[in-house]
């Protein structure tokens, strides 16, 4: 899962972002509003870390931008903003979650998974299709209930492809999903991962649509 911070507290976001990471997302951070609309312009992200008091622009204005293009990519809104008023506009304004500062980064990576199963059409943590199942707070796989070990980026993959089986992912949308800005990307990593996915959890668990992207099939 790939999540961008916008946030102009250096101190913060080196925080999150860490936090984030060892968790297993892909994390990206801008620290000024004109930097955060150009990267959510040029670039899906899975969820949004918004903070309002931001350099150059609003985060309020960005929210409402990001909402008036249809865009529902789920955001939380981090912010020291924490009166009632201001709450009510940043949830009117199309935030999913509000968190006041300061936080427990231990509760923010709490509600960012709560609100990607949300926003994913599920209610419990583990996912679970075809004999195998994904945790993302554990970071634990079973296939047919026996254990299976997967690298970070192989569990990147399983875990992007877990959120809706039967939808199709682009190699592109996945290299979005697993990479960071500054990761070095392969010409052919995610047919790697594929493929080490295919020999540990079986060769049909993954589907290839030539030309268009790779799903797990509704029907294992």
């Not at 909402?67 to 809104?77: E, L, M, Q």
């Not at 075809?130 to 192989?154: M, Y």
């Not at 290839?208 to 099939?217: D, E, N």
């Amino acid at each position: 899962m790939h999540a961008l911070l916008i946030e102009d507290d250096q101190m913060i976001a080196e925080g999150v972002v860490t936090a984030l990471r060892q968790e297993g997302f892909a994390a990206d951070w801008v620290s000024d509003g004109v930097a955060a609309t150009e990267a959510l312009r040029g670039r899906h992200f899975d969820v949004v870390l918004l903070d309002l008091g931001l350099p150059k622009r609003d985060g309020l204005d960005i929210l409402r931008e990001l909402r008036g293009r249809k865009d529902a990519t789920p955001v939380i809104v981090v912010t020291a903003r924490d009166e009632v008023r201001e709450r009510v506009a940043g949830l009117n304004a199309g935030a999913d979650d509000y968190l006041v500062k300061p936080f427990d980064l231990d509760e923010l990576i709490a509600r960012t998974r709560s609100l990607l199963r949300r926003s994913a059409g599920r209610s419990v943590p583990v996912m679970e299709h075809g004999g195998v199942r994904l945790d993302p707070v554990t970071r634990a796989v079973w296939n047919r209930d026996l254990p299976v070990v997967l690298s970070a980026k192989e569990f990147a993959v399983l875990e992007a492809l877990l959120q809706k089986p039967g939808a199709v992912l682009s190699r592109q949308r996945l290299e979005d999903r697993i990479y960071g800005w500054d990761d070095q990307i392969g010409s052919n990593a995610v047919e790697v991962y594929i493929h080490a996915l295919r020999r540990k959890l079986g060769s049909g668990f993954i589907r290839t649509l030539r030309g268009v992207g790779y799903c797990i099939p509704l029907e294992p």
